[in-house]
């Protein structure tokens, strides 16, 4: 994400364009990339989904396993957010431990799905201060054409959606598996990302790479579906406080369209 | 008088802040600051070389920047290697101080930001910001204007000003700011926690106002530092001069 | 009608495959195998300049390989940081390539080769070898032939072909194997577990026919997609096809 | 082990002479080098052995200590395998946790140990579930002139023939230590390595550094005293099936002789 | 601390002076540069102390926990110091864990603590072999101006020293907090550290960066107020016997100084 | 007949020491010490090119020095990961041996020095030495003079020379030594434990006598095997010859 591939006269052109309210790509200026989503590719997991915005593509899988609570939430279940910009999703990603970028890109994926308050962690615990069930949620990027927030965001509900668990029961500190069919978690919020891009003075969603490296400053939001703002970050650049206002407008509409792709 | 914080404060008030420049001896620029019982200090390092050498640019200097917490700043002791918590504010204070350089006049060289948390109590982020700040101008580096930084929350239902600790981990949302003087533009935007629209909206105010005190601060300590350059000058703010 | 395993596989009988090519955007070349369960995605980069540079050669290009798991693609969730088997892997999957490479045709240069294993049901080397060669002819580099890769192994006193997880797991011996098509040599042959030498020989002839097997399938993959390179084309070869 | 030390023409020569059936230092095809095992070198380690292939130098230490079983055999002991390349051993071996080749090594002798089932892992079991005795098997490379495998094979099931247990009864779960003599542990197998290397199309066995180095392939069989095939590593270059037929028809004989030396 | 950054004529005049008894800054041999200690900087520490020494700074820190005594000390606290030498502190120092020079300030200092016996680590005990209190003691250099030895060894016995814990009780292998004031530790001994360098065959104190970088040679003499020996570390160069003998009579003189500088 | 311990010895008695050169064979220098239960093994390389080269010095050689326990050279199993204590000896035994050196006559390479414990039984950092010094020889690298060590230490009361496993284990102080023959210098100095200023007189004459003793034994390796330089040459030198 560091090494600039772009032409200079690509990145002028971007700007030039945006000005004018038009993309390179003939997009309009609110329109995301064609978004595909599949479920359930991953049976090994509890939960899968793999989202294309565009050429970017994520694999999301959720795993429920137990472990020990957070010592200051000991009667609530854990989630865990790690995402691995693998290798072969871009000719800049490197193998190696995850790197700032891929570590932001985890935590605020991590703090969309946490404070939408989506899982219901209480019942989640086992044993109270010991044994709760824990929620791993492991991004995995494929092809990396810009936006991975949105696309991961995007992803990780789909495969907490697709997420099913075994029927159990929890009894003196320990889970009684039963026999029947795994039923989905229990959802009670849909968060989902939108990343706003600023250049030549204009707003735009869903920057692809080449757009990402071009332009001024870029913004994500995560907004639930009664449009409560749970995570904001400002990646690099700066925005007017009008600015921001107005991107969480254009995430308030925006929003809806994503969520929708999710049915 | 309306309502009143756990430590008096009114809902729209900074906590006592202190700044002082140049504290440190081998640095080519240091500051520090002090915000409530947040206790954070700054050094910068450079236009200097960059090793290894691939990562140098000729279009300009590369900015590195690293927030550290001390391991006995926290209640329980820290370990000491980076957290993905650090790792992530480094990324996240370098891009708040990034829109207020001018990195195309050192090609080939790095500065490096080294910003340590000697003791947290809240808002160690935004403290950090406006130290990294002060450090960078001590260092003589050109700036477009000071970066000042401060974070609003919401806490027991009521949107407030510069959260210290006890507020911080029982609070709804955290809304870390940083403001760029003299564009009055946002260079630290993050939200951690579930806000209303509206309520963004006055934790978004209230913190550009927390961001423009906090600047004048900067600019008094500024002041007094070149008119009388002597070491470990600290311009004092208490509860009286924040508002 | 002979004996029949656990999913109803005849003992010289593949699983399911399907081969799909030039899957990804960003990479040079790429490649998706799947087999019964297993499911591997592979990437290739280069030939591009080393990094380090000291690593480059100047009689040829080197070969880097990762062999890597998805943490969700396990029964148990996988720690993503490489264990001592998928290093071991790695190596063992780049020198199954190796001699099927003309490494002197790009000095001081590097192949990247990057496999994925999305889904692990048993034979993931021998899938990604697969998968590997069908990346390396996406991403135009000259090959002396295709690797085509199966894996026999002996459960309950059978010796069968490409052994799914449970076989797998239960198995008294795995004996991957990759077949380079033009030459009908053998560049990766590992056993684990114990066979007296006539079992030996029997699973070997038995992995090289399925080598031979998914060769053809490698073909016909090939030739579909450089008939009409339409993305994310599959050849489906069920079990019939793959007899 | 990457870095190419040998001069082209001795490569030459080697691929020649191997042609006709001869060796550069003047072995026969199937001749060893002259080796050399010492045992109990180290009384600190419940077992030892020090083995020398011509130059090359392999020290093993076997350490049997208490720990947790492996979640999938519970009622088992144990085994470790672990190679240092240690940097005094050669110019090309350098500080820092294993790389690819020292895994490759360890891995390669453990599955030879295990495969084989020369140690009966049941009989190491403790607590099942809760704690067994975990055999550490580490070798030590301290001078690097060709075939670690064969070298550090025979090194460790040395070790293991010289390794004692002190007395004790396992009662309640708990070991007790019992007063008396040390006695060695039963060995059910002895699985030997045979590396073989294939060159101007012979082939022949335990290749020195500068053979290694310029050899066309390389292949490790690993058999018991049974004749038995427990392991099998090719490493780089390629064979025929006949070569590996005929390599496992070397591997029969020669492996009588390795067997005999560690008597 | 590798990179000589001191121009030749200093370190030829450094040594010319010591030759004729002098310092390049004008101090006597046996001087230190000013002393300053602040205690009690960190609220959130259980003790804390600053020291200056000239433009030397350190910060140390000390946090009392519980955890698992040393296996071979069962029934004693445990003491664990660690240095880091952050990057703010010189031009030198780099970012990452801790380097040789990191781990031999650690390892210094704590040999003084904890040979002197100045924490009674008997007391510290809460449940013999499974739970004890952990005395961390972590040093923080700020600012690199050469004697990074004297400065932290004397910052962690004053931070000992401010060191308070909560009254608290010992009941059945667990800790009963108390009611009441926090007292401070009970401390026994109270060693410090003189370091001697060798410039020009003259022997003095304190040296600063640029004449750390200049000297011959480097001694660092622990002792405690009885003037007993707790610890030594020769640094870069070699002393005769006469030379060593001189500089603990030397450390004698010195060190009640610097204990005044506690007070 | 005086104070006996634990071992027979008397106080002032070193262990039976047998030293050997040239023991590696592609090392450019190696040496084996034996001393009471311990055993250490040495190589040298160099002086070679410096990777990376950034560390290379215009001025003269740098020494990279690795002092390391093998994982069964002690009662527990030892992690092979350097510990914090290694890392330090490193250090020491690179400097007690770096005043023997004339690094400047080859500017810009590395001497490599790896020192392994193949078995703990007290005074490991001092037999390294001993044995570096004897490699450095072997790797026909000038010297200003060898290097001798051993500790001195306080156990039961009694001051005593070159504490085997047992008394070092319980010891109340441990006073490593060396000693550089020509010059008689101390080039390794280090006190753990607690000594009154008579103590340590006492104690740092015992092990400067020891170093000599052992500098005759090193003296003796040296000529045996310049005079007879056949591998593996090995000088016994029993209780009898270290008096």
């Given at each position: 994400m560091s090494i600039n591939v772009i032409p200079q006269i690509t990145r002028e052109r971007i700007l030039e364009l945006a000005g004018k309210g038009r993309r390179i790509d003939g997009r309009f200026l609110y329109q995301y990339r064609p978004i595909r989503i599949e479920r359930g590719l991953i049976k090994k997991a509890d939960g899968s989904a793999q989202v294309s915005i565009g050429s970017t593509k994520v694999l999301v899988g959720v795993k429920i396993e137990t472990g020990e609570p957070f010592p200051d939430t000991p009667d609530q279940g854990v989630l865990m957010v790690n995402a691995e910009l693998v290798p072969l999703a871009s000719p800049v990603f490197e193998p190696g431990p995850p790197n700032e970028d891929a570590l932001e890109l985890a935590r605020v994926v991590d703090r969309g799905l946490r404070e939408s308050k989506c899982l219901r962690f209480e019942d989640l615990c086992i044993n109270p201060g010991r044994k709760v069930f824990v929620v791993f949620v492991d991004i995995y990027v494929l092809d990396y054409d810009g936006n991975l927030f949105d696309a991961s965001a995007l992803a990780s509900i789909a495969a907490l959606m697709d997420t099913k668990m075994k029927p159990h029961r929890i009894e003196a500190g320990e889970v009684l598996w039963l026999e029947g069919e795994p039923s989905p978690l229990n959802l009670q919020h849909y968060p989902v990302s939108i990343t706003i891009a600023k250049a030549g003075g204009a707003l735009f969603v869903d920057p692809s790479l080449e757009e990402e490296q071009s332009v001024d400053a870029l913004l994500t939001i995560t907004m639930d579906e009664q449009n409560r703002l749970c995570a904001i970050q400002k990646g690099p650049g700066s925005f007017t406080s009008e600015e921001v206002f107005k991107s969480v407008q254009i995430a308030k509409e925006v929003s809806n369209y994503l969520r929708e792709s999710l049915k | 008088m309306g309502y009143r914080r756990i430590d008096g404060r009114a809902p729209d008030e900074l906590r006592p802040i202190k700044m002082a420049l140049g504290v440190l001896d081998k640095a080519d620029g240091s500051a520090y600051v002090e915000q409530g019982g947040t206790k954070v200090l700054v050094a910068v390092y450079g236009p200097r070389e960059v090793h290894p050498r691939h990562l140098a640019s000729p279009e300009g200097s590369i900015i590195r920047c690293r927030y550290h917490m001390a391991p006995f700043s926290t209640q329980e002791r820290k370990n000491p290697a980076p957290s993905r918590r650090e790792i992530e504010l480094s990324k996240v204070i370098r891009q708040a101080l990034t829109p207020a350089m001018f990195l195309e006049l050192y090609p080939r060289t790095t500065i490096d930001i080294f910003a340590e948390?000697?003791?947290?109590?809240?808002g160690t982020r935004c403290a950090c910001v406006t130290a990294c700040s002060l450090a960078l101008a001590d260092a003589g580096i050109p700036l477009k204007g000071l970066v000042a930084s401060c974070a609003a929350g919401k806490y027991q239902d009521q949107i407030m000003l510069d959260l210290n600790d006890v507020e911080d981990k029982g609070c709804q949302a955290d809304l870390p700011v940083a403001w760029l003087?003299?564009?009055?533009?946002?260079t630290l935007l993050q939200l951690n926690g579930l806000l209303t629209e509206d309520e963004f909206r006055e934790a978004l105010s209230l913190a550009l106002k927390g961001c423009r005190q906090i600047y004048e601060i900067q600019r008094e300590t500024l002041m007094n530092y070149y008119m009388a350059?002597?070491?470990?000058l600290v311009s004092e703010v208490g509860q009286e001069g924040s508002k």
């Open positions: - | 948390v000697l003791q947290a109590d809240g003087s003299t564009t009055g533009e946002i350059p002597a070491k470990e």
